[in-house]
């Protein structure tokens, strides 16, 4: 029991000393300007850092996202074809291609696709 006590002592003993080693030698310096600029190689920014996201692009992200979920469905259907019922599996793959034709309409109809600025 003394052994493990001992132990303990040391193990949070050192763990502290690492734990002051690092938050001293590590603190970072405030030098010059060029260090503290979000860009590198010490240009000045012209503009934000931070530019506002495009939703376009970010439904564009989706809509293939979509696309590659409803793939990820259709691929496994060609290789259980031998394995299921072929009525059940047929009419699976069509509601799948349906439901996947549909969202591409509604998007179509919704100006989603259209990539104008």
């Known amino acids: 029991m003394n ?48 530019t506002p996201f495009s939703l376009r692009f970010f439904l564009i992200t989706v809509l293939f996202i979509i696309f590659d979920v409803e793939i990820v469905f259709l691929v496994p259907l060609g290789v259980t074809i031998s394995y299921a019922y072929s009525y059940y599996l047929t009419s699976l793959t069509v509601l799948i291609t349906i439901i996947l034709i549909l969202g591409l309409l509604h998007e179509w109809n919704q100006g989603i696709l259209n990539w104008v600025t």
């Open 3 to 50: 052994a493990i006590t001992i132990l303990a002592f040391i193990s949070f003993c050192l763990s502290a000393l690492i734990a002051t080693l690092a938050l001293t030698l590590g603190q970072k310096s405030q030098k010059d300007r060029e260090k503290l600029s979000p860009f590198e190689c010490g240009f000045d920014p012209k503009k934000k850092a931070r």
